[in-house]
Every structure is written in structure tokens, then in C-alpha cells.
């Protein structure tokens, strides 16, 4: 996948995803947590909602900052993970659920990532555009103190957002692809 030409060599591949699949979904695609992290290695913070800011971020979060485009990375704006994933990944582990140890902003249920990729959708009423697929880094697993996250989360660690619109997201809010229907309401091909 490349963004305005430039590829990304830390990306994960559609083919070779390991998180929740297309029509996998048992029901409409929502938000049930959102997390930010005010210091870049401080502790994720739940918040039940949260002001977003075209190519800006989330407001609060470390990754707040002027312009994304201007850095030529607006991957950085936000980011999603499945709530599938983190049960699955979090039993394979045996431990208890971790999603605010995996630096990741919104946590889905019901929603396939992998079909927002390189789409147009809105969180609640903020318009977002799906940039990449992406693997967890040591960084991770150095932060989280939970041995053997980076392999529970290879090939499905999330995927990284532009913000096209200014608005507020909340726990609850759907998921829709823009111009279509919720996610999690798609069907197999």
C-alpha cells in the first residue's frame, strides 16, 4: 500500500491479516473503548469520548500535533484495533482482556479492519480514511510489560487512520463506510 507514493515497509499485508475477516461479524460495527495517552510511553487513558481534529489527532493524545500531512505521515492521526483480536491475542496468552496496554486509540467490536483499508468511514460523525494495515513494534511489548504481545499481535495489530473531519467520537458510536452500511452488516464475496 503506498500513501501519496511512499510505502511503508513496517505494513502488514491484506494477505496474510489475521484479524477478524469480511462477513465475519455477528453484528453492526461500534466503538466500545477509546484510550489516549497523554506522554508518548505514559499509560493509555480510557476516556468515554474524545474531540478529533482533521490531520490533527486526537485531542489529548501524544499524537496531537499541527499537521500530519505536513509531516507526510498522516498514519499517525489515529489508530484501531478489533476487540476480537485482544480476546483472542489476550487468551492466547491467558490473561485478562489488555487493550489499553496496545497503544492503540479506538477498539472495535464487529468491525473488519481489514475492509476500511485504504476506505472512507466515519466513527461516530468523524470522517477517517483507513492508511494501513500495521505490526506491533518492540516497543510494545517494552511499554505493555506483557511478554509474548508482539507475537499475539503479529499481522493484526490494528489499523492506523487519517482524520478528514473535525468532530467527537464516543464509546458506542458505529462504524459505517462512507456512502455504505455499517460495517459488520457486509457479507462474504
Request: proline letters at 5%; hydrophobic letters at 40%.
Given at each position: 500500500?503506498?500513501?501519496?507514493?511512499?510505502?511503508?515497509s513496517w505494513?502488514t499485508?491484506?494477505?496474510?491479516?489475521?484479524?477478524?475477516?469480511?462477513?465475519?461479524?455477528?453484528?453492526?460495527?461500534?466503538?466500545?473503548?477509546?484510550?489516549?495517552?497523554?506522554?508518548?510511553s505514559g499509560p493509555?487513558e480510557?476516556?468515554?469520548?474524545?474531540?478529533?481534529?482533521?490531520?490533527?489527532?486526537?485531542?489529548?493524545?501524544?499524537f496531537?500535533?499541527?499537521?500530519?500531512?505536513?509531516?507526510?505521515?498522516?498514519?499517525?492521526?489515529?489508530?484501531?484495533?478489533?476487540?476480537?483480536?485482544?480476546?483472542?491475542?489476550?487468551?492466547?496468552?491467558?490473561r485478562?482482556?489488555f487493550?489499553?496496554k496496545?497503544?492503540?486509540?479506538?477498539?472495535?467490536?464487529?468491525?473488519?479492519?481489514?475492509?476500511?483499508?485504504?476506505?472512507?468511514?466515519?466513527?461516530?460523525g468523524v470522517?477517517?480514511?483507513?492508511?494501513?494495515l500495521f505490526?506491533?513494534?518492540?516497543?510494545?511489548?517494552?511499554?505493555?510489560?506483557?511478554?509474548?504481545?508482539?507475537?499475539?499481535?503479529?499481522?493484526?495489530?490494528?489499523?492506523?487512520?487519517?482524520?478528514?473531519?473535525?468532530?467527537?467520537?464516543?464509546?458506542?458510536?458505529?462504524?459505517?463506510?462512507r456512502?455504505?452500511r455499517?460495517?459488520?452488516?457486509?457479507?462474504?464475496?
Amino acid at each position: 500500500m503506498s500513501l501519496n507514493n511512499q510505502t511503508f515497509s513496517w505494513e502488514t499485508p491484506p494477505e496474510v491479516w489475521r484479524g477478524v475477516k469480511s462477513g465475519s461479524s455477528a453484528g453492526p460495527g461500534s466503538v466500545v473503548a477509546l484510550y489516549i495517552a497523554r506522554q508518548p510511553s505514559g499509560p493509555m487513558e480510557f476516556v468515554s469520548e474524545v474531540r478529533a481534529f482533521a490531520d490533527r489527532g486526537l485531542e489529548g493524545d501524544r499524537f496531537f500535533r499541527e499537521s500530519w500531512m505536513a509531516a507526510n505521515r498522516p498514519d499517525k492521526a489515529v489508530s484501531l484495533i478489533e476487540e476480537e483480536t485482544l480476546q483472542a491475542a489476550a487468551n492466547g496468552l491467558g490473561r485478562e482482556m489488555f487493550a489499553d496496554k496496545t497503544r492503540r486509540n479506538i477498539v472495535t467490536r464487529g468491525a473488519a479492519l481489514v475492509d476500511l483499508l485504504d476506505r472512507e468511514f466515519t466513527v461516530g460523525g468523524v470522517l477517517m480514511r483507513g492508511i494501513r494495515l500495521f505490526e506491533p513494534c518492540g516497543h510494545l511489548e517494552k511499554i505493555s510489560k506483557i511478554p509474548g504481545i508482539f507475537r499475539a499481535l503479529e499481522h493484526r495489530s490494528g489499523l492506523k487512520a487519517a482524520i478528514l473531519s473535525d468532530g467527537v467520537i464516543r464509546v458506542g458510536d458505529p462504524i459505517v463506510l462512507r456512502g455504505e452500511r455499517q460495517i459488520g452488516d457486509l457479507q462474504p464475496a
